[in-house]
Structures are given as C-alpha cells and as structure tokens.
C-alpha cells in the first residue's frame, strides 16, 4: 500500500495533524510525519517532495497557516496528489491561510480542505489511494456505513427522548 506523507509547517500545527494520523491509523493506511517550512527550509521541502513518489508516497498532506505556502510548494515539485490543510492563526482566524491554500495557478492543484479540516485531508489522501486498493476501499465503505448508523442511532435517541 502506498504511504500518505503528512507535512507541517511548524510543530505547533501538530494538533490539528494529529486528526489526521489518527484517521490514517484507523484506517491501517502507513504514513510519515515531517515538519518542512516552505519559508524556512524551501531546499527540504523541495527535496522531499521530489523524492516522494520514489519513496513509496501515494498522496501528501501539507498543514500551514498564515501564509499557508507550505501545500504550494510541495505541489510545485511533484505530481502526486496534494492535499492542504489551512491552519487557524494569525489575524483572520485561519481564512488568510484558506485563501492561500485554494488559489493555486492552473497547472499546480492542490485540493483544499476545510480550515483545520485534518480527518478529511487523510479520507481523500485515503480514496485517492483506494482507487487501486480494493481492500482499503472496503474499510472505507465500512466506514461510511458505520458512521451512518451512529448518525441514524442519535436520531433514534433524541426522538425518544423529546
């Protein structure tokens, strides 16, 4: 199976990222964590994007906030799926990180999740790998139907108590 790479801009965007390993774990799904700044170590980020494919990668996942570039950075330098995560921070509350996480150049995608949006960054990186994983499409298929019956059995439980 193909790893996720899970890349933060800085340590104190860990706990956001920890959502996302912990869905990648329930989902047995290998991952690395890194923390490259696209600011501050542009030559290892570089790097490490460079190489992913070569290194086992199937997708990336890039968490940052503010100027949010980190996810920018990383997809100018490969052709795997990237996903960012706009981190909350800095005077707009997360928003300057959205805007700079979604406004890509054509030519260099990067699908954008809700801010702190960390689960559903690592549940795409997951379907893009379930493509060729039948098994790992399976658990994500479990995984819709179990959530559906939690959401169905809170219906139950509040009709029955109102």
Do not use: W
């Not at 960012?84 to 260099?108: E, R």
Request: glycine residues 8%; proline residues 4%.
């Amino acid at each position: 199976m193909k790893k996720v790479g899970i890349i933060m801009g800085s340590d104190s965007d860990l706990p956001i990222v920890q959502k996302a390993v912990d869905m990648l774990k329930s989902l047995e799904i290998p991952y690395e964590v890194h923390i490259y700044s696209a600011h501050r170590t542009p030559i290892e980020a570089r790097d490490f994007a460079v190489n992913a494919r070569a290194n086992g990668f199937g997708a990336l996942i890039c968490a940052a906030g503010m100027a949010a570039h980190l996810a920018g950075a990383i997809a100018a330098n490969t052709t795997l799926p990237v996903v960012g995560i706009p981190c909350k921070g800095g005077m707009m509350d997360g928003l300057d990180a959205l805007l700079s996480t979604v406004q890509m150049p054509t030519g260099i995608p990067v699908a954008t999740v809700a801010i702190n949006g960390a689960a559903n960054a690592a549940l795409l990186c997951a379907q893009i790998i379930a493509v060729e994983d039948q098994e790992l499409a399976k658990k994500l298929d479990a995984k819709r139907v179990s959530d559906a019956a939690k959401v169905l059995q809170k219906d139950a439980d509040i009709a029955a108590n109102l």
